[in-house]
């Protein structure tokens, strides 16, 4: 049950390690820094999912099937939010490499005669500042919809945590007391087996002492 445990912490702090990175990606600049993260999400993402299906192997094989309702309703909810990982970050993906892209392409055009570029440079700054500030907006919206998402996936271990310890806590309860009535169980046995040991012992010295009553009477008048 220990190692269960152990898989548990470092698949919730996979998790959140995952979403960093995650947010991280959002907030890529450039190419090369995008291509570096993405590459880290891959194998942490990778690394969440082997986690998850190592404590399912691991619960097959230790957790009785009496007791395995918890750990099952649990590890769906892991595997969902290792699905909500992936679709976040194929959206990801495509948003910040397509303005990446347009970034580029920005770069590339720039480059225009000087009386063309005086003309167009108030305009340009205007869009510019524009769109930069619309991308400032988003990427603040997604920092904090990543963050909530940390913090709620804190509290969910947490609460996990303290659900694991419950159970294992009434487990333990359910143990003891089974021991308490298997004692009780052999206890009463024994006595119902003493008492019909007395009771042998009762019919037999009435049998001895009428006998001898008997026996001293058929001496004392003989017939």
Excluded at 192 to 207: A, H, K, P, Q
Aim: net charge positive; glycine share 2%.
């Amino acid at each position: 049950m220990e190692k269960i445990k152990g898989i548990q912490r470092e698949i919730y702090k996979q998790d959140i390690f995952v979403k960093t990175l995650l947010k991280q990606l959002w907030e890529a600049k450039d190419q090369e820094n995008f291509n570096s993260i993405n590459s880290d999400y891959i194998d942490a993402i990778n690394n969440h999912k082997f986690l998850i299906d190592d404590l399912e192997r691991k619960v097959n094989l230790f957790i009785k099937p009496s007791e395995r309702e918890a750990m099952t309703s649990e590890l769906e909810a892991l595997r969902y939010q290792l699905e909500s990982n992936y679709k976040n970050h194929r959206k990801a993906t495509c948003e910040v490499r397509e303005m990446i892209r347009e970034e580029e392409r920005k770069r590339l055009f720039s480059h225009s005669s000087d009386e063309t570029e005086l003309r167009r440079r108030p305009v340009v700054s205007k869009t510019a500042g524009q769109r930069a500030a619309n991308v400032t907006s988003d990427l603040h919206r997604i920092r904090s919809l990543l963050a909530d998402q940390v913090e709620r996936s804190r509290l969910s271990y947490e609460a996990l945590l303290r659900s694991s310890d419950n159970v294992n806590q009434i487990r333990e309860e359910f143990h003891s007391m089974r021991g308490v009535i298997s004692h009780s169980k052999s206890l009463l046995n024994k006595y119902g087996r003493r008492e019909i040991t007395d009771n042998i012992l009762i019919i037999l010295s009435f049998v001895f002492f009428y006998a001898t009553c008997a026996y001293i009477i058929w001496k004392r008048y003989p017939f």
